[in-house]
């Protein structure tokens, strides 16, 4: 995912601004060149992607019959589903996107499943009259995203209306924390993202990092810029190079062999599979200590489906970190009891799904998986070549923040 950021400018170049039916009209013009429109294939003439968003307790049938599937079509698609469709987890504030062809009938749906440590892509078709799994290529492509918008009511109300998914919502109010609190935004104060966005078919499916993000509230400006240390992930320094957050004390685990898989998206080439991992995996030898990285509260203790034996604590703020495919849990370290950093809460297994002893460490912010290298493990200081690294992106992306300033309009590469 982390490609993508050293083609931001390359990228810049395809933006095009997007005027919303609501927005008012740009202050001033701007000026941007558009690509080619891409010819569409002649199957898909007449056809159109809808984007529904997960309500609470919502099933995959209650959203096609409020798209308006007719209910016996909802009743063939839950026969006929390739996909045990009691079995999905889908959360509230994600979206599921669904095609109608030029019969208005609901030719694909697309969204990303919770799967216990890992988030899968699930693509649906009704060709021949069934439904079925996505046979085609794995058409997939990483974009920055590019999101500006001056608040009128609530900044998460704002970004929302202007298309920033619910995960770069709640790490943009994250990261900013120990700067302001996101809630004391009010109307005029601005904000501007730049985040990493996986399409599928056209569809923005999945988001990445948020890259670099701007605030603008009350006569005073924050910059938050994402640097990548490796496979442990990246933290965010604001435009001198100081880290926007400390990030918790210690590390889940002091001494492992290697991070066995990052945080983020894989594509699997021949598997056709597009995976979302959710956590950050650290191969080490079964019995391991496992150490809580900050203080908390214990609040799950036990087997938890794919994670196997789990631990979940409680940092506050609705933080909470996850430890999977522990061996073994520790007496005394019980749901409800408090922990200290750097005490021992379990000991590193391969239970649940797994292949090898290892620790799935993952974060979750108001139920919203997060990077754990942005908050939930320390801050590295930057060298001087990292800060002289940093500092020309900065340039880069000021350049590009600076085109869409003020502009009252979702500016995007895709609609
Ligand atoms: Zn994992």
């Given at each position: ?112 499943n919770d799967d216990d440590g890992e988030r899968n892509l699930i693509a649906l078709e009704y060709r021949n009259g069934k439904w079925q799994l996505h046979t085609g290529a794995v058409d997939t492509e990483t974009l920055p995203s590019l999101r500006s918008v001056v608040i009128t009511t609530s900044a998460s109300g704002a970004l929302a209306k202007a298309g920033v998914p619910i995960e770069i919502r709640t790490a943009l109010k994250e990261m900013f924390a120990d ?237």
């Amino acid at each position: 995912m982390a490609g993508c950021f050293l083609g931001v400018l390359a990228c810049a170049g395809i933006y095009r601004a997007v005027q919303t039916p609501s927005a008012p009209t740009a202050a001033r013009p701007f000026e941007q060149k558009l690509p080619a429109p891409k010819l569409q294939a002649r199957a898909d003439a007449g056809s159109y992607w809808h984007d529904a968003e997960v309500q609470s307790g919502d099933t995959l049938q209650l959203i096609l019959a409020r798209l308006g599937m007719d209910a016996k079509s909802v009743q063939a698609f839950e026969q006929q589903s390739p996909i045990d469709l009691k079995a999905l987890q889908l959360r509230a504030g994600q979206i599921v996107s669904v095609r109608v062809n030029e019969k208005q009938e609901v030719s694909d749906v697309q969204f990303f499943n919770d799967d216990d440590g890992e988030r899968n892509l699930i693509a649906l078709e009704y060709r021949n009259g069934k439904w079925q799994l996505h046979t085609g290529a794995v058409d997939t492509e990483t974009l920055p995203s590019l999101r500006s918008v001056v608040i009128t009511t609530s900044a998460s109300g704002a970004l929302a209306k202007a298309g920033v998914p619910i995960e770069i919502r709640t790490a943009l109010k994250e990261m900013f924390a120990d700067k302001f609190d996101w809630n004391s935004l009010q109307a005029g104060d601005s904000i501007r993202v730049l985040y990493e966005s996986l399409y599928f078919r056209g569809q923005e499916v999945a988001t990445g990092n948020v890259l670099a993000a701007e605030v603008s509230t009350q006569g005073a400006t924050y910059y938050a810029y994402y640097y990548e240390h490796g496979d442990a992930g990246g933290n965010f320094y604001d435009e001198t190079g100081n880290a926007l957050q400390k990030g918790f004390a210690g590390q889940p685990i002091e001494h492992y062999t290697r991070i066995s898989s990052p945080y983020g998206i894989r594509i699997h080439p021949v598997l056709k599979t597009v995976r979302m991992h959710t956590g950050i995996d650290y191969a080490a030898p079964q019995g391991t200590k496992v150490l809580a990285p900050s203080d908390g509260v214990v609040r799950f203790r036990g087997w938890k489906g794919g994670y196997g034996n789990a631990v979940i604590l409680a940092h506050g703020n609705g933080l909470e970190t996850l430890y999977g495919h522990l061996s073994a849990f520790i007496s005394g370290v019980e749901e409800g009891t408090s922990v200290q950093a750097g005490d021992v809460i379990g000991l590193v297994g391969s239970t649940g799904r797994s292949t090898g002893p290892h620790l799935h460490y993952e974060v979750r912010i108001d139920g919203q998986h997060v990077n754990p290298a942005t908050i939930a493990l320390p801050t590295p200081v930057l060298s001087a070549q990292d800060l002289a690294t940093l500092q020309g992106r900065q340039r880069q992306i000021q350049q590009l923040m600076q085109s869409v300033r003020g502009l009252p309009v979702p500016v995007s590469q895709k609609n």
